[in-house]
Nanobody, 122 residues
Framework: VQLQASGGGLVQAGDSLRLSCAASGRIFNNYRVGWFRQAPGKEREFVARIRWSGGSTYYADSVKGRFSISRDNAKNTVYLQMNSLKPEDTAVYYC????????????????WGQGTQVTVSS
């Protein structure tokens, strides 16, 4: 499985961005796709996750109510809609896929895309 993240950029606080994670290769319905982020000097942290087949989603408390994860199976793409962005959302955002495991543990994800930079100015 190959993952390609895109959609990052420089925005102002309160703005919105939509990140995309395009998947290629053999994708199974039981796969879960997650978004993580890493700010300078900080550890990579969980942001959101969705099942490839749809259904359950999970969010970090810090983004609940502002971010929304979705998928378009026809396009093999998972999206992260980010609204009401804050300066503390500034980070490199990564998408990753797992066949199973704990949704918030990055070490339990098997495939990773390259990151996309999101910078939110105050």
């Amino acid at each position: 499985v190959q993952l390609q993240a895109s959609g990052g950029g420089l925005v102002q606080a309160g703005d919105s961005l939509r990140l995309s994670c395009a998947a290629s290769g053999r994708i199974f319905n039981n796969y879960r796709v997650g978004w993580f982020r890493q700010a300078p000097g900080k550890e990579r942290e969980f942001v959101a996750r969705i099942r490839w087949s749809g259904g359950s989603t999970y969010y970090a408390d810090s983004v609940k109510g502002r971010f929304s994860i979705s998928r378009d199976n026809a396009k093999n793409t998972v999206y992260l809609q980010m609204n009401s962005l804050k300066p503390e959302d500034t980070a490199v955002y990564y998408c990753a896929a797992q066949g199973g495991g704990t949704y918030y543990r990055n070490e339990e994800y098997d495939y990773w895309g390259q990151g996309t930079q999101v910078t939110v100015s105050s």
